[in-house]
């Protein structure tokens, strides 16, 4: 049999109960509703529970926390005379990445010794600390928090036998390579790693090189987004944006909705006129404390929240499978990043919808997109909407120029309009319509003051 023939037996595994899980991971399978795998977990599961290291390849709701999970959980019950000591760690670029995972793997242990505990920033850290003391069998870690528990001495990975790099690409691009490199160098080279990722970029492949061992490739659907979504572009105008989106929540059946803005500050602004039009709305960027963010995820899970104005630190960290539209305010700025959002829908062979309102200066993104679908991408308008109206002296994510404003300066006397007062600084604000700073930028993290430019956005999501 060649190196590779075993993988073909697993082929046709169409059920959980075809695997040889524990039998409390069985159960807890039968209690979740799990009947047939996904296509990545019926590939990856077997490369898993083999010892194999694994790079897997797959778009965002396709079921890989199970596909990692679930091998996890089997050793640590195959072998339960290490209780307390930390085996397993899954790094992850978001707090809400590793909160939904952990409550996979909560749910899974049900009824077994096995204890988890997540650690990333935003929160205090003195119950992440009494966690790690006490000794967890897996920690889900965010990579800068996880090093300042490790400087404090309250995390030892010194008996880390398997570890998972999800969103690696996300990592990558949010700047955690620096801490992701320094995390490795504190667990045992021998161990299980495995790599999972939305995308494989040239840049992940030193990372693979430097941390497993002949892995094997699993690779599912990622040249595009399921096929369930359906897809439409709304030409638009810039100011009239927010009144085409009203326009489109009020003539369409939305159930659940999630809407991507570029930036945090356009967030706060379209979420405040979507709720003064009536609608349940909350907000998630990384400006929001790690309580209101959870807040606002659990009240958009159970429906109290109808619609859900999120950046771009939300797109792979929303697990919310009754999405029915994602909406894209602003275009994002790569085809991978579409992929992602757009990814939030369609989940779990339902059907979603995804928009995405466009301006002239979006041409060029779009024909990223749509050479990533395959497909040109249906342009629709609304018969009766005003697409001719003039925009105001003064839009709503518009400032009035420098120039034309009238400051009073600190020494009390008023200055001339178009002046700036004598001794005065140019004020450092930024139009909101020029480029600001956004999420998901490069954080700085323990270790990594060399490397890194400080950005307060993405330290939020460490």
């Known amino acids: ?6 993988l073909d037996l697993f082929e046709n595994i169409m059920q959980f109960s075809d695997f040889s899980f524990h039998p409390q991971i069985q159960s807890a399978i039968r209690k979740a509703g799990f009947d047939k795998p996904t296509p990545i977990q019926e590939r990856a599961i077997p490369v898993g529970l083999a010892g194999h290291d694994l790079i897997g390849t797959a778009q965002t709701g396709t079921g890989k926390t199970a596909a990692f999970v679930l091998p996890i959980i089997q050793r640590l019950l195959t072998d339960t005379s290490k209780l307390g000591r930390t085996r397993a760690l899954i790094v992850t670029p978001t707090r809400e990445l590793a909160e939904q995972i952990n409550t996979t793997i909560r749910r899974f242990t049900a009824g077994t010794p096995i204890r988890s505990a997540t ?41 880390v036998e398997m570890l998972v790099l999800d969103e690696a690409d996300r990592m990558l691009d949010m700047g955690f390579l620096p801490s992701v490199k320094r995390i490795l160098s504190y667990i045992p080279r021998q161990r299980q790693t495995m790599l999972f990722s939305a995308t494989f970029a040239p840049e992940l492949q030193q990372l693979a090189s430097d941390s497993l061992r002949n892995p094997k490739r699993v690779d599912v659907a990622t040249s595009a987004p399921t096929k369930t979504v359906a897809h439409a572009l709304y030409p638009v105008s810039q100011h009239l944006k927010t009144k085409l989106l009203l326009k489109l929540l009020s003539t369409t059946d939305t159930n659940s909705v999630l809407i991507f803005t570029r930036t945090k500050h356009r967030a706060n602004r379209v979420a405040e006129q979507i709720g003064r039009a009536g609608y349940n709305t909350a907000v998630l960027h990384s400006n929001k404390s790690q309580n209101q963010r959870q807040l606002a995820l659990d009240n958009f899970r159970s429906g109290k929240v109808q619609i859900l104005v999120a950046t771009d630190i939300a797109a792979r960290g929303i697990d919310v499978a009754t999405i029915s539209h994602v909406i894209n305010y602003d275009i994002p700025d790569t085809a991978d990043t579409y992929i992602h959002r757009i990814g939030r829908t369609g989940r779990a062979e339902r059907e979603g919808d995804a928009m995405t309102l466009v301006t002239s200066e979006d041409n060029a993104m779009v024909r990223d997109i749509e050479r990533v679908l395959k497909a040109p991408i249906e342009r629709r308008t609304l018969q009766d909407f005003d697409y001719s109206a003039p925009a105001p002296v003064l839009n709503e994510f518009q400032r009035e120029p420098r120039g034309q404003q009238f400051r009073q300066p600190r020494g009390g006397q008023p200055a001339n309009r178009g002046q700036r007062p004598q001794g005065s600084q140019q004020p450092q604000r930024r139009a909101a319509n020029s480029a600001p700073q956004r999420d998901g930028q490069r954080p700085k993290s323990s270790g990594d003051n060399a490397t890194r430019r400080p950005n307060r956005s993405a330290v939020a999501a460490k």
């Open 1 to 6: 049999m060649q190196d590779d023939d075993w």
């Open 119 to 159: 650690v990333y920033g935003g929160v205090g850290m003195q119950p992440q600390d009494r966690a790690l003391r006490t000794g967890v069998e897996i920690i889900v870690a965010c990579p800068g928090r996880l090093l300042d528990h490790i400087d404090r001495g309250a995390a030892s990975l010194n008996g």
